[in-house]
């Protein structure tokens, strides 16, 4: 996780503290913040290929890409709730920026 946006994304983790969900609805438009999102988003799609595996994360993303809500997708594919998967993922990333 190395790059101008990873080291941006550190910059907001110092003055924000570490995330415990992913951003969605309208804190995607927070100003300033955009960029910091889509990398949040990007973690998550490697912690999800990581953990479980290339087919479960392309399955994940198009059952909810289809219209099923996340809640869902997250017990479905993963067998986890949503806030399991997002707690888990928040600990990789706290992991991954040490």
């Not at 946006?5 to 100003?31: E, F």
């Amino acid at each position: 996780m190395t790059s101008e946006r990873t080291a941006n994304s550190r910059a907001v983790i110092r003055q924000t503290g570490y995330p415990s969900s992913l951003p969605s609805g309208p804190a995607w438009d927070l100003k300033g913040r955009v960029e910091y999102h889509y990398w949040l988003g990007h973690s998550a799609i490697g912690f999800l290929v990581e953990r479980y595996g290339e087919q479960k994360m392309f399955q994940l993303v198009a059952e909810h890409y289809r219209g099923t809500a996340i809640d869902a997708v997250t017990q479905d594919v993963l067998g986890a709730s949503s806030e399991e998967f997002e707690q888990a993922w928040a600990a990789y990333l706290k992991a991954e920026l040490r």
